[in-house]
């Protein structure tokens, strides 16, 4: 009877935290639209997530489907050809951050009404 419990207990947490990573990373892509360089739009449109499937752990990657090779660019800056510098636009990398913060308050969240 432990056991099943404890099964339960996993499997309502596994689920949970699978939901969570999943909606998460829609808002990563969905911000990542918007907050993205817009020169042509293309970029900025081109995010896109892909997730893990059962039975693996949740996991969730968000990359730019068309243009994956000039994201570090824009987000660090680069060499121009004729010399000089072009800034980067930090767009990936906030992003990032308020996703790991969002993750984590929604995890501890389900941790403490799966235990109650």
Not at 13 to 33: M, N
Not at 48 to 74: D, Q, R
């Amino acid at each position: 009877a432990v056991e099943l419990e404890l099964d339960e207990y996993s499997q309502d947490i596994q689920d949970g935290v699978r939901v969570i990573v999943s909606r998460v990373a829609s808002s990563v892509v969905r911000r990542l639209k918007q907050t993205s360089p817009k020169e042509r739009g293309d970029y900025a449109k081109s995010w896109t997530k892909t997730e893990s499937k059962y039975p693996k752990a949740p996991a969730a990657i968000v990359y730019n489907k068309a243009f994956g090779w000039l994201a570090h660019l824009l987000e660090n800056g680069h060499a121009k050809a004729d010399g000089g510098r072009v800034e980067g636009k930090p767009h990936i990398a906030p992003a990032a951050e308020e996703a790991e913060q969002t993750l984590a308050a929604d995890v501890g969240e389900l941790l403490r009404e799966v235990s109650s």
